[in-house]
């Protein structure tokens, strides 16, 4: 219970906007972590879900909605995630060879023109995207928020990890295997209800469009095996920093595939 109390504090701590805790970074209090950060993207998803049900009576234009939409989950998770993102774009767009990329994701984050103007792309997508959103879309993809961490956990948790110097990764992997795919299953659970939650909403809009929350799910599979195929070919393996650029790119491509649906003339 006391590892499980630690990986809690831990996980708030380092990926939401909650006060930073003096506990050290290591395998003792980290070993749980991956089963808590996606109920980090339970809060955010409900966030947004009440958010949708109040901006029609505070707006009267798309556009601040959809820039709440974009920037609030960056909020609530202090930009861990975006670092990631920010970093491995970085490495990637670098053409460096894999030990030189792996060391710009060791490395602060120093810039690069390439990861700024990946950066801004992604938000003004992203507010672009949101402004399109119909309302009822906003109670499926927020559940994409538990999905991608979800996703994350579990490619920690099953994936080769790359060589790192600062072995920040293997400390959220538990020693005992029972504890490893025990987290593995909690992760997968999270998808399953996240999903049926998903088709459950998209099956009662006033005209049921299932279609949106499947769309949704084919668009964070997809991501999740182009993440992988990416970070085994220019990393050897998932790094944390690489596991951030998949949860941002995937928390796009979720309301872009839900979109798509809506927009679909069939």
């Not at 990986?7 to 070993?31: D, H, Q, T, V, W």
């Not at 309302?135 to 790192?164: C, E, N, Q």
């Not at 992997?173 to 025990?182: D, I, N, Q, Y």
């Not at 944390?240 to 927009?263: D, Q, R, T």
């Amino acid at each position: 219970m006391k590892a499980l109390g630690r990986s809690f504090i831990m996980a708030f701590s380092g990926y939401s906007i909650s006060p930073k805790s003096k506990l050290e970074r290591n395998k003792e209090n980290c070993s749980y972590i991956l089963i808590f950060i996606p109920v980090i993207g339970a809060i955010i998803c409900a966030l947004i879900n009440r958010w949708a049900v109040l901006f029609p009576y505070m707006c009267d234009f798309p556009v601040l909605p959809a820039v709440v939409g974009a920037v609030v989950p960056t909020i609530l998770s202090a930009g861990a995630h975006l670092d990631g993102f920010f970093r491995t774009t970085d490495a990637l767009s670098s053409h460096k060879s894999m030990e030189e990329k792996l060391d710009i994701l060791n490395k602060d984050a120093h810039g690069g023109y390439s990861s700024i103007i990946v950066c801004v792309c992604m938000f003004l997508i992203s507010v672009g995207i949101w402004s399109e959103m119909p309302i009822d879309g906003i109670f499926v993809i927020a559940f994409g928020y538990i999905i991608s961490r979800a996703l994350y956990g579990i490619s920690v948790l099953t994936l080769k990890h790359a060589p790192s110097k600062s072995g920040k990764i293997e400390n959220y992997v538990p020693e005992k295997s029972s504890a490893k795919w025990m987290q593995v299953i909690i992760n997968a659970a999270y998808i399953l209800a996240s999903a049926a939650l998903m088709i459950k909403i998209a099956g009662t809009f006033s005209v049921p469009r299932p279609s949106v929350a499947v769309a949704s799910l084919i668009g964070a599979a997809l991501t999740f095996v182009f993440y992988a195929v990416i970070t085994y070919k220019n990393f050897g393996g998932v790094t944390e920093e690489s596991g951030g650029f998949f949860v941002v790119l995937c928390e796009v491509i979720i309301p872009i595939a839900a979109l798509a649906v809506f927009k679909s003339p069939i």
